[in-house]
């Protein structure tokens, strides 16, 4: 686990020391134990070390920030080469079934100098080029040079668990672990993206696709990979080497298909063990995180087994309960937080400049705030359930997407017991709602939206400004209508777009502030792809259970109060509590110099929302994080509206 960055040219460029000195530094979070800096120059090949200096004919930089995970000796200094110097690597994130691959790599005749995942991955690449990237179980990016063939290539896991970040440059291209890093190089501009700002104002998406919420930056999408041709001045390709689809589904019973998913799952946790440092794990209360706890008690009895739970202060949303449950059952020494609003305030700053790009609510707040608790504690690698609700339907909405398919196979009855039952069940008030919307086509579905009160375009945004740059207001999904497997393709849809994407870069800039790897079990193909596989009543019961396979499965592993839930908090904070403490606050951030200079907003209709709220005459939501966090991202980063 690491942090890297580097530029590419189709022709010698100079670089100064400064620039490649202000890469590192930004860098330095994502691997405090060492560091090291390539230059490729036109004369004199490549040259290695950890001190910077001027470069003036440089084809190709790259400088790299080491996390010590796995063989902790210098042996695993990047970037990396092969024996015969022809490829090199700078590479963030975990193979974690190395062990294996190292040994089909040995009987190809390949030694080894180290005992890293790092040299394996090299080493594969070498050999098989692109097609090693299927042959992998990890996260990763990373960026590899082909010092023969000219070429570069900027490459990103499956899901997207590691973030990889480009901007071209004339005959060129600039890439990073982060978007700061690309912010100091000249001529990458602080432009804000105007259709990712309407996305992420009304629905809190911000990763979704190549985009980011500046213009001049993209990021690699997850299960693709980008070619740059440096001998044809930087020339860009990229190609997807993988997709999460909805396969056949298997002839396995719903008991065999929870044999089997539990197999997998226990070998997934194995391999995620895998390291040389202290291994923790983040525990709310719910199944996917108790999930992973128990699996790890169970393959390792007698580990030292650390937990880092978010405690509320609020009944509505305190896991504290079940959190002591598995904690207890699992001998774990258990860690928890609990938050005052006022260390929001304080902290406002650096978690907005830690993440780069506006988040979605306070939630993320109380993440990073495990994360720090953890490396005060001496943890280096924690596991984590992320990913599990998209791919098991842990959301309420998915229940309307289930009863679609119901639909569209024409089983009206089983449909409408589906609903009666769903409908019994706490945080479902709103299925009939999600419903409506997912039958309607766009339009129409507009129009209820906004009769309901939930405009896709509200008052308080500017639209005249978006207008201006063809930007329209459109729902979250892109399907309608009704579907068959409908909850197949939101899921499908929820990893790829509307939900995990967002969610796996709050957890890395989360963790890595603190220079701690997050792993994430449950996010390996051959899992995915099996859930996907399955018919989807083993997904959502015909009783309205969610992630029914996944509760049968952990039968046994798992506390039985844990299984037995049916409510959904999650890393839910009192946002609304803490909001109103906070509401001279928020009100001094409404009425600055910097929210009064962004021109997407109606200045006077925000305020006006924000006094109904806090009287009590509307409804608190998402909206009101959103502008504050708009605001300190803006004034800390000095973004353009232009």
Same mark, same amino acid.
């Given at each position: 686990?690491?942090?890297?960055?580097?530029?590419?040219?189709?022709?010698?460029?100079?670089?100064?020391?400064?620039?490649?000195?202000?890469?590192?530094?930004?860098?330095?979070?994502?691997?405090?134990?060492?560091?090291?800096?390539?230059?490729?120059?036109?004369?004199?090949? @490549?040259?290695?070390?950890?001190?910077?200096?001027?470069?003036?004919?440089?084809?190709?930089?790259? @400088?790299?920030?080491?996390?010590?995970?796995?063989?902790?000796?210098?042996?695993?200094?990047?970037?990396?080469?092969?024996?015969?110097?022809?490829?090199?690597?700078?590479?963030?994130?975990?193979?974690?079934?190395?062990?294996?691959?190292?040994?089909?790599?040995?009987?190809?005749?390949?030694?080894?100098?180290?005992?890293?995942?790092?040299? @394996?991955?090299?080493?594969?690449?070498?050999?098989?080029?692109?097609?090693?990237?299927?042959?992998?179980?990890?996260?990763?990016?990373?960026?590899?040079?082909?010092?023969?063939?000219?070429?570069?290539?900027?490459?990103? &896991?499956?899901?997207?668990?590691?973030?990889?970040?480009?901007?071209?440059?004339?005959?060129?291209?600039?890439?990073?672990?982060?978007?700061?890093?690309?912010?100091?190089?000249?001529?990458?501009?602080?432009?804000?993206?105007?259709?990712?700002?309407?996305?992420?104002?009304?629905?809190?998406?911000?990763?979704?696709?190549?985009?980011?919420?500046?213009?001049? !930056?993209?990021?690699?999408?997850?299960?693709?990979?980008?070619?740059?041709?440096?001998?044809?001045?930087?020339?860009?390709?990229?190609?997807?080497?993988?997709?999460?689809?909805?396969?056949?589904?298997?002839?396995?019973?719903?008991?065999?298909?929870?044999?089997?998913?539990?197999?997998?799952?226990?070998?997934?946790?194995?391999?995620?063990?895998?390291?040389?440092?202290?291994?923790?794990?983040?525990?709310?209360?719910?199944?996917?995180?108790?999930?992973?706890?128990?699996?790890?008690?169970?393959?390792?009895?007698?580990?030292?087994?650390?937990?880092?739970?978010?405690?509320?202060? &609020? &009944?509505?949303?305190?896991?504290?309960?079940?959190?002591?449950?598995?904690?207890?059952?699992?001998?774990?020494?258990?860690?928890?937080?609990?938050?005052?609003?006022?260390?929001?305030?304080?902290?406002?700053?650096?978690?907005?400049?830690?993440?780069?790009?506006?988040?979605?609510?306070?939630?993320?707040?109380?993440?990073?705030?495990?994360?720090?608790?953890?490396?005060?504690?001496?943890?280096?690698?924690?596991?984590?359930?992320?990913?599990?609700?998209?791919?098991?339907?842990?959301?309420?909405?998915?229940?309307?997407?289930?009863?679609?398919?119901?639909?569209?196979?024409?089983? !009206?009855?089983?449909?409408?017991?589906?609903?009666?039952?769903?409908?019994?069940?706490?945080?479902?008030?709103?299925?009939?709602?999600?419903?409506?919307?997912?039958?309607?086509?766009?339009?129409?579905?507009?129009?209820?939206?906004?009769?309901?009160?939930? &405009?896709?375009?509200?008052?308080?945004?500017?639209?005249?400004?978006?207008?201006?740059?063809?930007?329209?207001?459109?729902?979250? #999904?892109?399907?309608?209508?009704?579907?068959?497997?409908?909850?197949?393709?939101?899921?499908?849809?929820?990893?790829?777009?509307?939900?995990?994407?967002?969610?796996?870069?709050?957890?890395?800039?989360?963790?890595?502030?603190?220079?701690?790897?997050?792993?994430?079990?449950?996010?390996?193909?051959?899992?995915?792809?099996?859930?996907?596989?399955?018919?989807?009543?083993?997904?959502?019961?015909?009783?309205?259970?969610?992630?029914?396979?996944?509760?049968?499965?952990?039968?046994?592993?798992?506390?039985?109060?844990?299984?037995?839930?049916?409510?959904?908090?999650?890393?839910? #904070?009192?946002?609304?509590?803490?909001?109103?403490?906070?509401?001279?606050? @928020?009100?001094?951030?409404?009425?600055?110099?910097?929210?009064?200079?962004?021109?997407?907003?109606?200045?006077?209709?925000?305020?006006?929302?924000?006094?109904?709220?806090?009287?009590?005459?509307?409804?608190?939501?998402?909206?009101?994080?959103?502008?504050?966090?708009?605001?300190?991202?803006?004034?800390?980063?000095?973004?353009?509206?232009?």
């Amino acid at each position: 686990m690491c942090g890297f960055a580097g530029l590419a040219f189709g022709d010698a460029r100079p670089v100064r020391k400064t620039l490649v000195e202000g890469l590192l530094r930004t860098l330095e979070h994502r691997g405090p134990d060492d560091r090291g800096i390539l230059t490729w120059r036109n004369s004199g090949g @490549v040259r290695v070390s950890r001190e910077s200096h001027n470069i003036n004919d440089a084809r190709a930089l790259l @400088v790299h920030q080491r996390l010590s995970i796995l063989d902790l000796s210098p042996s695993g200094w990047q970037p990396m080469a092969t024996a015969d110097g022809r490829f090199w690597i700078a590479y963030n994130g975990e193979i974690y079934n190395y062990i294996e691959l190292r040994r089909e790599l040995e009987s190809h005749g390949v030694s080894f100098q180290s005992r890293t995942d790092t040299e @394996v991955l090299l080493n594969a690449w070498s050999i098989w080029g692109p097609e090693s990237l299927n042959r992998l179980t990890g996260m990763f990016a990373f960026a590899i040079l082909d010092t023969h063939q000219e070429v570069l290539h900027l490459v990103r &896991d499956f899901f997207g668990i590691k973030p990889l970040y480009y901007a071209r440059l004339p005959d060129g291209v600039a890439f990073a672990s982060e978007i700061p890093p690309l912010l100091g190089i000249p001529g990458v501009s602080r432009a804000v993206n105007a259709r990712k700002l309407a996305r992420y104002l009304r629905f809190g998406l911000t990763d979704e696709g190549a985009e980011t919420m500046y213009a001049d !930056i993209y990021q690699v999408p997850q299960g693709h990979y980008l070619r740059v041709d440096l001998k044809r001045g930087g020339d860009f390709k990229i190609a997807r080497y993988w997709k999460l689809v909805a396969g056949d589904s298997h002839d396995l019973s719903f008991a065999g298909s929870s044999n089997r998913i539990r197999e997998i799952f226990l070998e997934n946790v194995r391999l995620h063990l895998r390291s040389d440092v202290p291994v923790g794990a983040a525990l709310s209360g719910g199944l996917d995180s108790s999930s992973i706890v128990s699996a790890i008690r169970h393959l390792e009895p007698d580990l030292e087994l650390h937990t880092f739970s978010f405690i509320a202060d &609020d &009944d509505h949303v305190s896991e504290e309960r079940y959190v002591d449950i598995v904690a207890r059952e699992n001998r774990t020494i258990s860690h928890k937080v609990r938050i005052a609003p006022q260390e929001l305030v304080s902290d406002l700053d650096y978690l907005v400049r830690i993440q780069g790009e506006p988040f979605g609510s306070t939630s993320i707040y109380a993440q990073h705030r495990i994360f720090r608790e953890a490396k005060e504690q001496g943890i280096k690698v924690m596991l984590d359930g992320q990913g599990a609700d998209e791919l098991l339907a842990g959301y309420t909405p998915y229940g309307a997407a289930r009863i679609i398919s119901l639909l569209a196979e024409g089983r !009206i009855k089983d449909a409408i017991e589906l609903i009666a039952k769903q409908l019994k069940l706490p945080g479902r008030k709103n299925l009939l709602m999600h419903l409506i919307n997912r039958l309607l086509p766009p339009r129409a579905n507009a129009l209820v939206r906004k009769s309901a009160g939930y &405009d896709l375009a509200p008052a308080w945004l500017n639209q005249g400004w978006f207008s201006e740059r063809q930007v329209t207001f459109t729902p979250v #999904t892109s399907i309608s209508g009704l579907t068959k497997e409908r909850l197949k393709k939101e899921l499908i849809e929820s990893v790829e777009v509307t939900h995990l994407p967002h969610l796996l870069r709050y957890e890395d800039r989360n963790s890595m502030a603190h220079s701690i790897e997050s792993r994430v079990p449950f996010l390996t193909p051959k899992l995915a792809t099996f859930i996907l596989s399955l018919p989807e009543e083993y997904i959502l019961s015909a009783n309205g259970e969610s992630k029914a396979v996944l509760r049968s499965a952990m039968r046994g592993l798992v506390p039985a109060p844990i299984l037995d839930r049916r409510d959904k908090i999650g890393l839910a #904070t009192p946002e609304q509590k803490w909001m109103s403490y906070l509401a001279p606050w @928020v009100e001094e951030q409404l009425h600055s110099e910097t929210f009064r200079s962004i021109p997407v907003f109606r200045h006077d209709d925000v305020l006006r929302d924000w006094k109904q709220i806090v009287a009590g005459k509307r409804k608190f939501d998402f909206r009101v994080w959103r502008w504050i966090n708009l605001t300190a991202w803006s004034r800390i980063f000095e973004v353009k509206y232009e």
